[in-house]
């Protein structure tokens, strides 16, 4: 059975950091891109980066570009996402995701993780 567990999230100020992890169990981990998604309250959930299989490559969205940081441990079976400079609009439930090397879907998901960023 495939379990994705993100942990990591809490409470912080406007400007902290967090760093997030994702222990992933059931799968061959080195063959999955990972991903991290986030929804805000009332709002449809959103992409906001993704890592390769090895790592080689990585992508984010616009609004974190710069803060934020994925990066993975194939040897242990692991995804983070390193959040800096935290903004009130980061405020969301965070889920990470795993695709198949060359899927077009997302094939599992974690049960998320809460995130408040406070002034």
């Known amino acids: 059975q495939v379990q994705l567990v993100e942990s990591g999230g809490g409470l912080v100020q406007a400007g902290d950091s967090l760093r997030l992890s994702c222990a992933a169990s059931?799968?061959?981990?080195?063959?999955?891109?990972m991903g991290w998604f986030r929804q805000a309250p009332g709002k449809e959930r959103e992409f906001v980066a993704r890592i390769s299989w090895n790592a080689a490559s990585t992508s984010y969205a616009d609004s974190v570009k710069g803060r934020f940081t994925i990066s993975r441990d194939n040897t242990k079976n692991v995804a983070y996402l390193q959040m800096n400079s935290l903004k009130l609009e980061d405020l969301a439930v965070y889920y990470c995701?795993?695709?198949?090397?060359?899927?077009?879907?997302?094939?599992?998901w974690g049960q998320g993780t809460q995130v408040t960023v406070s002034s």
């Open positions: 995701a795993a695709r198949r090397i060359g899927a077009q879907q997302w094939d599992y």
């Open positions: 059931g799968l061959t981990f080195s063959i999955y891109t």
